[in-house]
């Protein structure tokens, strides 16, 4: 069996003795040496999947500290899509380039104009990340509004990666478009939220 396919087994029997209550939320697990010497593997392949399972907010903790069972995630509600974030966020990329069609559609500019990207992944208070927002602008100028709409859309690998999920995740993604005082766009973007961790609640 490669390493690639060790490692993964062993983050898989972990999950599922942490499901079995072996080790309760805040609580820390063994060493990688003494894990390692338990599942017969290089202290590397423990390693793996200890980095595996922090990865996808099983564990937490950094390296070459105690890692310890993370607490379920936080259930938040959205009720506004343009309030401002009260905790962290992380810069994931910033760039230039052309609109694609859908892009130039939604900040009604012609189909290749020149727009500034952003990638950012809002943290929750303990660092794991809670959304990833993209958002195109084309020029600057501040808005006074916004409209948004509500649906469901599979993550982008970069996105999947910054939550913790699969490719190809569903997720509800907002879209939201801000407005300047002439009406007309100023900036779009698309928020990516894990199902298991939100709610959306609107309000008239």
């Given at each position: 069996m490669g390493s690639d396919a060790r490692y993964r087994r062993i983050a898989s029997d972990l999950l599922r003795r942490i499901k079995?209550?072996?080790?309760?939320?805040?609580?820390?697990?063994?060493?990688?040496?003494?894990?390692a010497t338990q599942y017969g593997v290089h202290e590397q392949?423990?390693?793996?999947?200890?980095?595996?399972?922090?990865?996808?907010?099983?564990?937490?903790?950094e390296q070459r500290q105690a890692v310890f069972v993370a607490h379920p995630p936080a259930m938040r509600t959205l009720t506004n899509?343009?309030?401002?974030?009260?905790?962290?966020?992380?810069?994931?990329?910033?760039?230039?380039?052309?609109a694609s069609d859908e892009i130039a559609d939604r900040l009604a500019v012609p189909v290749g104009a020149v727009v500034q990207h952003?990638?950012?992944?809002?943290?929750?208070?303990?660092?794991?990340?809670?959304?990833?927002?993209?958002?195109?602008?084309?020029h600057g100028g501040p808005h006074v509004t916004f409209?948004?709409?509500v649906g469901v859309a599979p993550l982008s690998e970069q996105a999947a990666h910054a939550l913790g999920l699969l490719v190809d995740t569903l997720a509800y993604r907002v879209t939201r478009t801000r407005l300047g005082a002439d009406g007309k766009p100023v900036?779009?973007?698309?928020l990516y939220l894990p199902l298991d961790r939100w709610t959306i609640r609107l309000h008239g």
């Amino acid at each position: 069996m490669g390493s690639d396919a060790r490692y993964r087994r062993i983050a898989s029997d972990l999950l599922r003795r942490i499901k079995a209550g072996e080790w309760a939320p805040g609580e820390s697990l063994p060493s990688r040496v003494a894990m390692a010497t338990q599942y017969g593997v290089h202290e590397q392949t423990m390693r793996l999947a200890y980095v595996e399972l922090r990865r996808t907010g099983v564990l937490e903790g950094e390296q070459r500290q105690a890692v310890f069972v993370a607490h379920p995630p936080a259930m938040r509600t959205l009720t506004n899509a343009d309030a401002p974030w009260p905790w962290g966020s992380e810069l994931l990329d910033r760039s230039t380039g052309p609109a694609s069609d859908e892009i130039a559609d939604r900040l009604a500019v012609p189909v290749g104009a020149v727009v500034q990207h952003r990638m950012v992944e809002r943290l929750e208070p303990g660092g794991r990340t809670a959304m990833v927002v993209e958002s195109w602008r084309a020029h600057g100028g501040p808005h006074v509004t916004f409209a948004a709409e509500v649906g469901v859309a599979p993550l982008s690998e970069q996105a999947a990666h910054a939550l913790g999920l699969l490719v190809d995740t569903l997720a509800y993604r907002v879209t939201r478009t801000r407005l300047g005082a002439d009406g007309k766009p100023v900036e779009t973007a698309d928020l990516y939220l894990p199902l298991d961790r939100w709610t959306i609640r609107l309000h008239g």
